[in-house]
């Protein structure tokens, strides 16, 4: 990985860590490609059904954590 990339994703993981950032991003990107999926299939997504899914997921999340 270049140092400056490396530099830039430790910083931008401060005080949670790499880990936890990586997992938050790679549960970002899951999402787009989800809401890219049903974009496809069902037309555009409007932002409070975005909103909807995000709070589904966070609560999926939560379950998954023992929250």
């Not at 790499?18 to 790679?26: D, E, F, G, N």
């Not at 299939?41 to 999926?60: P, S, Y």
């Amino acid at each position: 990985m270049p140092q400056d990339i490396a530099e830039t994703a430790y910083a931008r993981s401060a005080p949670s860590g790499l880990s936890a950032y990586v997992t938050r991003q790679i549960e970002r990107d899951n999402l787009n490609e989800l809401i890219s999926i049903a974009e496809a299939e069902h037309g555009l997504i409007n932002e409070k059904e975005t909103q909807a899914k995000r709070k589904q997921l966070m609560h999926a999340r939560e379950q998954q954590l023992g929250g």
